[in-house]
């Protein structure tokens, strides 16, 4: 039997992420049937059973958001210093209900490190069977020059392979995956430093970054993040990527410390790196 529904969840503070889950909606959705026989007549579904759901807010993550046994979850999340955006540690609308999960770690040709397991925890916490995971390729949102581009054609044909495989595997009956659960994480990174308002005069009060920050750590007034809460900030770049003036960013100096660093993770890391399936 294929899953009643598949829903993609995504968390991309600057695209890469979402691209992905785009592409995979669009795969899963040409793998399932879109219309139902009945004896002498094709009914065409009315709606697609593939949905996808924005969760990089916090009021998104406040939603309800309810599986049932035949569904299966897609969560698409970007990969942070080998571990999974912290944000998503707070999400207590998300009911898995023994729903199937699949994990997919988006990464900018680094490493997922721990990323992948924390996620499968998660996941396994908020009452769901992890049955597998995804690993995909997109451009890195430090270092824009590394994995450039990506995803790419040969990664979108690579997507839509993946899940054809899925809705197969899926339809033979997928087994829970087994991951560990018991050594610890690798520590948390740091972000290189907050993002602020680098020219006062270009900012038009729009209010866009502290509506969007997945911490809700913007101060909706002052539009800066407050130094009592400088060290919850994930280092993301949302706030960035959402301000239409410009006018948020790290400074200079940041800037150039940040490069001196991707040089050498670049250098170590120039050889493209695989989508990758994992089933039980
Ligand atoms: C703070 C930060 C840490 C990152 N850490 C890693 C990492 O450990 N490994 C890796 O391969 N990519 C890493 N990346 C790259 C992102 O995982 C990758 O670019 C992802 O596609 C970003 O998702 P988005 O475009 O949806 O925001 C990092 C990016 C940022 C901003
Ligand atoms: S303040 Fe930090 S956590 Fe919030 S959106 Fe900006 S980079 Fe992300
Ligand atoms: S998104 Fe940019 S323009 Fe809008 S309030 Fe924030 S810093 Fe100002």
């Known amino acids: 039997m294929s899953p009643a529904r598949i829903v993609i969840a995504y968390f991309s ?11 995979l909606k ?19 579904l009315p ?74 925890a998660l996941l396994q916490d908020h009452g769901f069977k992890v049955v597998g995971a995804i690993e995909a390729i997109a451009e890195h949102s430090q270092e824009r ?11 979108i044909a690579d997507l839509k392979a993946i899940a054809a495989q899925v809705v197969n595997a899926y339809r ?20 290189p430093a907050v993002p602020r308002i680098l020219e006062r005069s270009q900012c038009d009060d729009c209010g866009r970054c502290a509506l969007l920050c997945p911490m809700q750590i913007i101060n909706p007034e002052t539009f800066e993040v407050p130094e009592d809460k400088a060290a919850m900030c994930m280092g ?15 400074p200079e100096p940041v800037l150039k410390a940040v490069a001196a660093r991707m040089a050498q993770i670049k250098t170590a890391n120039s050889a493209r790196k695989p989508n990758v399936l994992k089933l039980a």
Request: hydrophobic share 40%; proline share 7%; aromatic share 8%.
């Open 172 to 191: 033979q009956g997928l087994k829970a995956y087994d991951f560990d659960r018991t050594t610890e994480l690798k520590a948390p990174g740091k972000a």
């Open 47 to 120: 709606t697609s059973p593939v949905t996808t759901f924005n969760c990089l807010s916090v009021k998104s993550r406040h939603k309800d958001l309810q599986l049932t046994p035949n569904d299966l979850f897609v969560l698409a999340y970007p990969v942070y210093f080998g571990r999974m955006p912290w944000a998503l540690s707070d999400w207590p609308a998300l009911q898995g209900n023994g729903a199937s999960a699949l994990v997919v770690s988006v990464y900018g040709n680094r490493a997922i490190e721990d990323g992948e397991r924390e996620t499968m």
């Open 26 to 44: 669009e795969s899963f959705a040409a793998a399932l049937p879109s219309t139902v026989n009945a004896p002498g007549l094709t009914l065409k």
């Open 13 to 23: 503070p600057t695209g890469g992420t979402k691209k992905v889950a785009l592409a």
């Open 236 to 250: 993301c770049r949302a706030c960035m990527a959402v301000c239409k003036m410009g006018c948020r960013g790290l």
């Open 145 to 155: 020059t590394l994995a450039q581009g990506r995803p790419d054609a040969a990664d």
